[in-house]
């Protein structure tokens, strides 16, 4: 027996932080399947339905919301309770009208941050990199396990805003100075604010971002931790009004 819990449990004590559940509870949580998103940055489909939105009031019946097909993430039917959602992925629950996108708050945690039906059909992916592939086009590797093939020029750190199911390119928003950002790691994660610069080294130190908020305050962090979201103003709306 556990052997066999190992494998479909993770002890609540070495569930990730940004899980909402209290490791003092209970001696097992779900463990996530093998999915888009690792664990260290995604919930399993079961917490979110249970423990975030509280549709449901204990493991059994959110499995049986979740295998009668009434959750929907990125616009496919997901029936595994173990199913891995994560950053930026667009969670749809038809029968009651709920829309969500999952977004970092301040304290790195994943939320799910209400939207509207108009936002519920895209969204953003990070190109982590890319490949050449058969007569000459472009396989972009997005953060959510994706792949999409283009002609654009586009590179590692630019995000499309991608149609969903259906995975079309509506638009890319390239990584330069200037474009707004949402930090998605590190002390300042969940802050917003444009690029002010990009500095790039040619050493084993990682590349850095300096970040300017409204309200004129400038700050240091990764570029690896910089997701870009809009031009002029974001594409997607966030928590707290921004």
Request: proline residues 6%; hydrophobic residues 35%.
């Amino acid at each position: 027996m556990a052997k066999m819990g190992s494998r479909k449990h993770l002890k609540r004590y070495k569930s990730p932080k940004h899980w909402p559940i209290h490791p003092k509870e209970d001696k097992w949580t779900v463990k996530p399947a093998a999915g888009p998103h690792a664990i260290e940055s995604s919930l399993p489909l079961l917490i979110v339905i249970r423990d975030i939105l509280g549709i449901a009031d204990n493991s059994r019946e959110a499995k049986r919301i979740i295998n009668s097909g009434e959750i929907l993430v990125d616009g496919e039917v997901r029936k595994d309770y173990k199913f891995p959602v994560g950053f930026m992925d667009v969670l749809q629950i038809p029968k009651n009208g709920g829309v969500y996108r999952v977004l970092p708050d301040a304290k790195g945690r994943l939320i799910l941050h209400p939207i509207t039906q108009e936002n519920v059909e895209f969204k953003l992916c990070k190109i982590e990199n890319k490949t050449t592939v058969k007569d000459g086009k472009t396989q972009l590797n997005l953060h959510d396990g994706r792949n999409s093939i283009t002609e654009d020029q586009l590179s590692a750190g630019d995000v499309v805003k991608l149609k969903v199911p259906e995975q079309e390119i509506l638009e890319a928003i390239k990584f330069e100075e200037g474009i707004i950002g949402l930090v998605t790691g590190g002390k300042h994660t969940g802050e917003i604010g444009k690029i002010k610069e990009i500095n790039i080294t040619k050493s084993s130190m990682p590349n850095t971002v300096v970040m300017e908020t409204e309200k004129n305050k400038t700050f240091l962090t990764l570029k690896d931790y910089v997701f870009v979201i809009g031009k002029d103003e974001p594409v997607i709306s966030l928590p707290g009004g921004n």
